[in-house]
């Protein structure tokens, strides 16, 4: 296969000012000439971004919460509410296993991640010969484009495959796309804040080397006399020996001729690096709308802004993806026929509060209270076995609380002795 010529072109650019280097130092190297450095000096991009702790954490915060929320296919019914669609071919595929190599919880979860980092995921959608779903297989954004084909002016994805270019309806390709500029493809929020993610990146090389190459080398020996190549050979030597290296920072050094070691300290604190890390670690949680605590940042957290920081995730943090999602499922997993015969796909957010028990239990007894649930509804929502008889069917309510109209029938008119009248309740 010919390669593009601005391909070519970039090889042996870098083949000329690389030299020897590994492959994956030669891959972060075309990244550099492809992508450019940040004014901090690295690459970034979403590889690189997710060898820096913030960053992967707050991917996994998001990926993980999606992938832990139930998610089931429902019918409206006549009547009002609705029910789950067990008998509908796309509830297994999204509730268990939307591909024979993958149960929901991964494939959500990989996409998930591909979403939050470059603001884009894509999986093939099979179908058969019925058209309802049978295989949903994820593709990595790298090998995805979405374009628009001037032929019929449709939007179609260019997936690259083992060397191979197919071209796909967007009937056949599940896309979830971030914030873009039209509403096609998303941004890719890595691409987009590189400044701020390679301020991070940069700190982090910096303190990882800064212990790596040890705190002692940071000096100046002083010699009254040119030194002979042999002693300077040896004393050289000998400070790479010992000087070089946590497991070397309490060796003493042996100094000869006269000799006097100065050290040149570099404390992290007069340069304020911690203060610059702990920034960057908050703007990169306000990238990804992460509150700190869930990445294990307590420096500002109590037991009361964190109950209310976890209910702001689930709604400005979480909810938009949610409804991503939903849409996307409906549009492309689920048929035009299948909308207009009221199925649809919901994430049941409830799921968020299982690890809260006591709130949990809370919110049930005031539905069963008011006669929103009944008593084997409950037992259901905990995987409990019914009860049979009324106890389990019956919806019960607040004794103190009646209907208007019951009130009034249970009255009467009483003619008072002053010539008034008042009510009085009917035995």
Same mark, same amino acid.
């Given at each position: 296969?010919?390669? #593009?010529?601005?391909?070519?072109?970039? %090889?042996?650019?870098?083949?000329?000012?690389?030299?020897?280097?590994?492959?994956?130092?030669?891959?972060?190297?075309?990244?550099?000439? /492809?992508?450019?450095?940040?004014?901090?000096?690295?690459?970034?991009?979403?590889?690189?971004?997710?060898?820096?702790?913030?960053?992967?954490?707050?991917?996994?915060?998001?990926?993980?919460?999606?992938?832990?929320?139930?998610?089931?296919?429902?019918?409206?019914?006549?009547?009002?509410?609705?029910?789950?669609?067990?008998?509908?071919?796309?509830?297994?595929?999204?509730?268990?296993?939307?591909?024979? &190599?993958?149960?929901?919880?991964?494939?959500?979860?990989?996409?998930?991640?591909?979403?939050?980092?470059?603001?884009?995921?894509?999986?093939?959608?099979?179908?058969? $010969?019925?058209?309802?779903?049978?295989?949903?297989?994820?593709?990595?954004?790298?090998?995805?484009?979405?374009?628009?084909?001037?032929?019929?002016?449709?939007?179609?994805?260019?997936?690259?495959?083992?060397?191979?270019?197919?071209?796909?309806? %967007?009937?056949?390709?599940?896309?979830?796309?971030?914030?873009?500029?039209?509403?096609? /493809?998303?941004?890719?929020?890595?691409? /987009?804040?590189?400044?701020?993610?390679?301020?991070?990146?940069?700190?982090?090389?910096?303190?990882?080397?800064?212990?790596?190459?040890?705190?002692?080398?940071?000096?100046?020996?002083?010699?009254?006399?040119?030194?002979?190549?042999?002693?300077?050979?040896?004393?050289?030597?000998?400070?790479?020996?010992?000087?070089?290296?946590?497991?070397?920072?309490?060796?003493?050094?042996?100094?000869?001729?006269? %000799?006097?070691?100065?050290?040149?300290?570099?404390?992290?604190?007069?340069?304020?690096?911690?203060?610059?890390?702990?920034?960057?670690?908050?703007?990169?949680?306000?990238?990804?709308?992460?509150?700190?605590?869930?990445?294990?940042?307590?420096?500002? %957290?109590?037991?009361?802004?964190?109950?209310?920081?976890?209910?702001?995730?689930?709604?400005?943090?979480?909810?938009?993806?949610?409804?991503?999602?939903?849409?996307?499922?409906?549009?492309?997993?689920?048929?035009?026929?299948?909308?207009?015969?009221?199925?649809?796909?919901?994430?049941?957010? &409830?799921?968020?509060?299982?690890?809260?028990?006591?709130?949990?239990?809370?919110?049930?007894?005031?539905?069963?209270?008011?006669?929103?649930?009944?008593?084997?509804?409950?037992?259901? /929502?905990?995987?409990?076995? #019914?009860?049979?008889?009324?106890?389990?069917?019956?919806?019960?309510?607040?004794?103190?609380?009646?209907?208007?109209?019951?009130?009034?029938?249970?009255?009467? #008119?009483?003619?008072?002795?002053? $010539?008034?009248?008042?009510?009085?309740?009917? #035995?």
């Amino acid at each position: 296969m010919k390669l #593009p010529k601005f391909v070519t072109n970039l %090889a042996l650019k870098v083949a000329a000012s690389s030299g020897s280097y590994t492959p994956d130092e030669l891959y972060m190297r075309m990244e550099r000439y /492809m992508f450019g450095s940040v004014h901090s000096g690295v690459a970034v991009t979403e590889s690189t971004a997710m060898r820096f702790i913030t960053v992967y954490s707050c991917v996994r915060v998001l990926a993980e919460t999606l992938a832990s929320l139930p998610l089931f296919v429902y019918r409206t019914m006549p009547n009002g509410g609705a029910n789950k669609a067990t008998d509908h071919p796309l509830y297994d595929l999204i509730n268990f296993q939307p591909n024979d &190599e993958m149960n929901t919880s991964t494939w959500r979860e990989a996409q998930m991640g591909h979403l939050v980092l470059s603001g884009n995921c894509y999986s093939v959608i099979t179908l058969n $010969g019925k058209g309802n779903v049978v295989d949903i297989y994820p593709v990595p954004w790298t090998a995805c484009q979405p374009f628009r084909d001037y032929a019929d002016m449709k939007i179609k994805y260019r997936i690259t495959d083992r060397g191979q270019t197919y071209i796909y309806p %967007a009937e056949k390709v599940f896309h979830v796309p971030g914030l873009g500029f039209d509403g096609i /493809m998303g941004y890719s929020p890595i691409r /987009m804040t590189a400044e701020s993610i390679g301020l991070g990146i940069a700190a982090e090389e910096f303190a990882a080397r800064f212990y790596g190459q040890g705190m002692n080398v940071g000096g100046v020996v002083e010699v009254p006399n040119e030194m002979s190549d042999p002693a300077y050979q040896r004393f050289k030597e000998d400070l790479e020996e010992r000087g070089a290296g946590m497991h070397n920072s309490w060796k003493p050094l042996i100094l000869e001729g006269g %000799a006097k070691f100065s050290r040149i300290p570099m404390p992290l604190t007069d340069a304020q690096f911690v203060e610059s890390r702990a920034m960057n670690r908050d703007d990169i949680c306000g990238l990804f709308r992460v509150p700190p605590h869930m990445i294990a940042n307590l420096d500002r %957290a109590t037991n009361n802004n964190i109950e209310q920081q976890s209910l702001e995730f689930v709604m400005y943090s979480l909810l938009p993806y949610i409804t991503k999602w939903e849409n996307a499922i409906n549009a492309k997993l689920l048929s035009k026929k299948d909308r207009q015969q009221g199925y649809y796909a919901k994430f049941n957010v &409830e799921g968020l509060l299982r690890g809260d028990y006591l709130s949990r239990q809370q919110g049930l007894a005031v539905q069963r209270q008011n006669g929103v649930i009944n008593a084997n509804e409950w037992r259901a /929502m905990e995987e409990l076995n #019914p009860i049979d008889g009324d106890a389990g069917t019956a919806y019960l309510v607040n004794g103190a609380m009646v209907a208007t109209s019951t009130a009034h029938a249970a009255t009467q #008119p009483l003619r008072s002795g002053g $010539g008034g009248e008042q009510s009085v309740k009917s #035995p």
